[in-house]
């Protein structure tokens, strides 16, 4: 017998998400009954909802329309699944708190707004909690449970069990803006449209994302799915809330979404649809290896140790000398350079943008990764304004490498760095502040968003003293607070040295 045998729940607001939630009570055994704005409306909803659940050759076992006041008064749990809109809210819970028994658990799916406000509303904090599902509910295993302050350890405690019954995986989180998933995502969003107003193709920022860090899908091609309006009005509340410039919202979306250019559902938002899909557009950017190798490649260094592991055991053809060097540059390091190249062809490894002023005429820039995949992809740095050409030992490199690659100017952390570093500081700052575990923020990520490496397991990989360091440059080089690097992530690194 299923663990929700017997279970009572309404779910009120049949848009996607409803109906997606409660098709996933529904398929754990629960008595659903699903309430919209009017009866009419709540028929409606059901009927889709139906019909959704039969193309995916699944029925709907107990699931029934109804009104408030006839279901909600036998609930043993009420989830809101309504419009993003904190007065919309209000007004339903106050509107609960009549007709609900004393021990029925009141959930809201929001994404952003405050569950502390929405207990206030009902009147009763310890009974309310936030259970954020993703899209779509029936096949992302995620959900958020978001604790206020109010929220009382068994309202909370039941919200996981229910998650757990529904064969998903809950992680808790304190009520804060964005939660988890939407606040640590937020720098990739924005860093991607940073990038572009600075002199990179939004194919570009995509393929580094999918290429080095294995995201199923690039940032900028999400948000143009997700709808620009919708980032839009998250990050204006983001910087509300928060209070802190970081957060700010990048003009470029302001701009597009002004000009009605807000995705793909629109035609255009950072690509233009009717031209060029995105896909295209990736694969147009990337180089891709020649099929021979004709080059063998000798680490040298500093982190000559760390890329060694990746490079081919070959010795065919010209020698090319990759100088690997993960931290801020120094002149010792300019001069190491130039004396390598002395003797031969030579390709500076590193996504400090210090090496802008450092880097020696004739020496190629690139910076290598190992995806999630463990195949190599590289960052090629040309850069016309700054006089920086790649040589032509640098395809060279590419082809003994056998490594896809993407043309980026010299800016500080390159592309992949930029962003992977910037989500670790985001993450790094809501552990700083209580909002969630460290282990719940990786397991949202790779559940919520399908990254295959959540925030702290890259910084095991990347070593907190070179994201800190990272952090440290881009901010000293660009000078804005968004690369403040957390307090949690200058202790770690401190701490790191001392071991």
Same mark, same amino acid.
């Given at each position: 017998m299923?663990?929700?045998?017997?279970t009572?729940? #309404?779910?009120? %607001?049949l848009?996607p998400?409803?109906?997606?939630? &409660? /098709?996933?009570?529904?398929a @754990?055994?629960?008595? *659903?009954?699903?309430?919209d704005?009017?009866?009419k409306?709540?028929?409606?909803?059901?009927?889709?909802?139906?019909?959704?659940?039969?193309?995916?050759?699944?029925?709907?076992?107990s699931?029934t329309?109804?009104?408030?006041e006839t279901?909600?008064?036998g609930?043993?749990?009420?989830?809101e699944?309504?419009?993003?809109?904190m007065a919309?809210?209000?007004e339903?819970?106050?509107r609960?708190?009549q007709?609900?028994?004393?021990e029925t658990?009141?959930?809201?799916?929001t994404?952003?707004?405050s569950i502390?406000?929405?207990?206030q509303a009902?009147?009763?904090?310890g009974?309310?909690?936030?259970?954020?599902?993703?899209?779509?509910?029936?096949?992302?295993?995620?959900?958020?449970v978001? #604790?206020?302050? %109010?929220?009382?350890?068994?309202?909370?405690?039941? &919200? /996981?069990?229910?998650?757990? @019954?529904?064969d998903? *995986?809950?992680?808790?989180?304190?009520?804060?803006?964005?939660?988890?998933?939407n606040?640590?995502?937020?720098?990739?969003?924005?860093?991607?449209?940073l990038?572009?107003?600075?002199?990179?193709?939004?194919?570009?920022?995509?393929?580094?994302?999918?290429?080095?860090?294995?995201h199923?899908?690039?940032p900028?091609?999400?948000?143009?799915?997700?709808?620009?309006h919708?980032?839009?009005?998250?990050?204006?509340?983001?910087?509300?809330?928060f209070?802190?410039?970081?957060?700010?919202?990048?003009?470029?979306a302001?701009?597009l979404?002004?000009?009605?250019?807000?995705?793909?559902?629109?035609g255009?938002?950072?690509?233009?649809?009717g031209?060029?899909?995105?896909?295209?557009?990736?694969?147009?950017?990337?180089r891709?290896?020649?099929s021979e190798?004709?080059?063998?490649?000798?680490?040298?260094?500093?982190?000559?140790d760390?890329?060694?592991?990746?490079?081919?055991?070959?010795?065919?053809?010209?020698?090319i000398?990759?100088?690997?060097?993960?931290?801020?540059p120094?002149?010792?390091?300019?001069?190491a350079?130039r004396?390598l190249?002395?003797?031969?062809?030579?390709?500076?490894?590193?996504?400090?943008g210090?090496?802008?002023?450092?880097?020696?005429?004739?020496?190629?820039?690139?910076?290598?990764?190992?995806?999630?995949?463990?195949?190599?992809?590289?960052?090629?740095v040309?850069?016309?304004?700054?006089?920086?050409?790649?040589?032509?030992h640098?395809?060279?490199?590419?082809?003994?490498?056998?490594?896809?690659s993407?043309?980026?100017?010299?800016?500080?952390g390159?592309?992949v760095?930029?962003?992977?570093?910037?989500?670790?500081?985001?993450a790094?700052?809501?552990?700083?502040?209580?909002?969630?575990?460290?282990?719940?923020?990786?397991t949202?990520?790779?559940?919520?968003m399908?990254?295959p490496?959540?925030?702290?397991?890259?910084?095991?990989?990347?070593?907190?003293?070179?994201?800190?360091?990272?952090?440290?440059?881009m901010?000293?080089?660009?000078?804005?607070?968004?690369?403040?690097?957390s307090?949690?992530?200058?202790?770690?690194a401190?701490?790191a040295?001392?071991s």
């Amino acid at each position: 017998m299923s663990e929700l045998a017997g279970t009572r729940v #309404v779910v009120v %607001g049949l848009g996607p998400m409803g109906r997606g939630i &409660a /098709r996933a009570f529904d398929a @754990a055994g629960a008595d *659903v009954q699903v309430v919209d704005v009017t009866p009419k409306a709540t028929l409606a909803g059901l009927e889709k909802t139906r019909s959704e659940a039969e193309a995916e050759q699944q029925a709907l076992a107990s699931t029934t329309a109804a009104d408030l006041e006839t279901a909600a008064p036998g609930a043993d749990l009420v989830i809101e699944a309504t419009v993003e809109n904190m007065a919309v809210k209000r007004e339903l819970l106050a509107r609960l708190a009549q007709l609900l028994k004393p021990e029925t658990v009141v959930a809201s799916n929001t994404s952003s707004l405050s569950i502390g406000e929405m207990g206030q509303a009902f009147g009763d904090p310890g009974r309310v909690v936030g259970m954020h599902f993703f899209n779509p509910p029936m096949k992302m295993r995620l959900v958020e449970v978001i #604790v206020a302050a %109010g929220t009382s350890a068994r309202t909370a405690e039941r &919200a /996981r069990g229910l998650v757990a @019954a529904l064969d998903k *995986v809950a992680v808790t989180c304190a009520d804060s803006p964005n939660f988890i998933v939407n606040r640590v995502c937020r720098p990739l969003y924005y860093e991607a449209q940073l990038l572009t107003t600075q002199g990179i193709e939004p194919a570009v920022v995509d393929a580094a994302a999918t290429g080095a860090l294995g995201h199923p899908m690039g940032p900028l091609t999400l948000l143009d799915f997700t709808g620009l309006h919708t980032h839009l009005a998250s990050s204006e509340t983001a910087l509300r809330e928060f209070g802190d410039p970081r957060y700010r919202p990048i003009p470029v979306a302001r701009s597009l979404v002004r000009g009605g250019f807000t995705g793909r559902a629109a035609g255009r938002g950072f690509y233009d649809y009717g031209s060029e899909k995105p896909r295209v557009a990736i694969d147009r950017v990337v180089r891709k290896p020649a099929s021979e190798a004709p080059a063998s490649v000798i680490p040298a260094g500093p982190d000559a140790d760390l890329v060694s592991g990746w490079l081919p055991d070959s010795s065919a053809g010209d020698q090319i000398t990759l100088y690997a060097c993960r931290r801020a540059p120094t002149s010792a390091d300019a001069d190491a350079v130039r004396r390598l190249a002395a003797d031969g062809p030579v390709v500076v490894d590193s996504s400090d943008g210090h090496w802008l002023e450092l880097l020696p005429d004739g020496v190629g820039w690139v910076h290598l990764h190992r995806s999630p995949r463990g195949r190599l992809f590289v960052e090629v740095v040309e850069d016309d304004v700054a006089g920086i050409h790649g040589p032509e030992h640098v395809d060279r490199l590419l082809d003994a490498l056998a490594a896809p690659s993407v043309r980026v100017p010299a800016l500080p952390g390159l592309v992949v760095d930029r962003l992977a570093h910037c989500m670790i500081n985001e993450a790094s700052t809501l552990v700083e502040e209580g909002i969630a575990a460290a282990q719940d923020v990786d397991t949202a990520l790779r559940l919520g968003m399908n990254h295959p490496r959540g925030p702290f397991e890259q910084l095991e990989l990347d070593g907190v003293g070179r994201v800190y360091g990272s952090l440290r440059s881009m901010a000293e080089v660009v000078g804005d607070p968004r690369y403040r690097p957390s307090q949690l992530l200058r202790r770690q690194a401190a701490g790191a040295v001392r071991s």
